[in-house]
């Protein structure tokens, strides 16, 4: 074909907020977008700026796309929502987060003490209703074709999107990717953990060449892609010193 590998990358805008990345996904006709989160604070006015580079406005967005609930990438859902007029798509079982009401249990706890303070001091995480359910599989119309990748463990309804044309994988808060520093998020974060390896195996037999998660320090798939495999053999080799007798 011909085509650079990495043309992609021209197609998705970053919107750096202060703690995670959300996207702009740029449909191939260039006339409208998709947002892949929502962040926190400050991003709404960089998601309106990166529009109007584009030539495009907020009503130009035809979706929001939703990897999960929590509040670094569900606060401004609601704002989202009335200023695009698009609708949300996300798995059902991230409404309990959007609305707050997750029932956190041992030390998951301290994630919904986390948000509670993040609510009250930003004034983000206004209720929001999802209007398309997703579930694993689901081919969605948009950037040339996504199709919703389920990954529990972060949180129930967790997912990645995948985009089959351009082999690139935006896998979410399934691991976060920063120089030497890249590992899945903090245990308090991960309301069921024991579904993460299941969910880790699934997202490397799918063998995406390019993957984005939501936090990262530079918009470079294959790199992420390699920090995700070193993760994945610093974790077997952990499990493997673990199961050795010792001597
Ligand atoms: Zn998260
Ligand atoms: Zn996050």
Redesign the pocket.
């Known amino acids: 074909m011909g085509r650079n590998a990495n043309d992609w990358r021209a197609g998705v805008r970053t919107i750096r907020g202060v703690m995670g990345v959300c996207h702009l996904l740029v449909e191939p006709d260039g006339r409208g977008a998709v947002l892949l989160d929502t962040g926190l604070i400050g991003e709404p006015r960089q998601i309106r700026r990166e529009l109007r580079k584009l030539g495009l406005g907020l009503r130009d967005v035809r979706a929001i796309l939703l990897t999960?609930g929590?509040l670094?990438?569900a606060g401004n859902l609601a704002w989202a929502k009335a200023e695009t007029g698009a609708p949300i798509f996300a798995h059902a079982a991230e409404q309990a987060h959007i609305d707050g009401t997750f029932p956190y249990r041992g030390i998951n706890r301290w994630c919904g003490r986390l948000e509670r303070a993040g609510r009250a001091l930003l004034g983000v995480g206004a209720p929001a209703k999802i209007d398309v359910t997703i579930a694993d599989g689901n081919e969605l119309p948009f950037w040339g074709g996504l199709r919703v990748v389920h990954l529990p463990g972060?949180?129930l309804g967790?997912c990645g999107f995948y985009s089959v044309r351009h082999d690139v994988l935006f896998s979410?808060?399934l691991f976060d990717s920063y120089f030497f520093l890249a590992g899945t998020?903090a245990p308090i974060?991960n309301s069921a953990p024991e579904l993460l390896p299941a969910s880790l195996e699934k997202a490397r037999r799918l063998g995406a060449r390019f993957m984005v998660p939501q936090h990262y320090d530079v918009l470079d798939g294959a790199l992420h892609r390699q920090r995700f495999d070193a993760m994945l053999l610093r974790k077997a080799r952990r499990r493997a010193d673990r199961a050795r007798p010792a001597v």
């Open positions: 999960h929590h670094d990438h972060h949180t967790h979410g808060d998020a974060l």
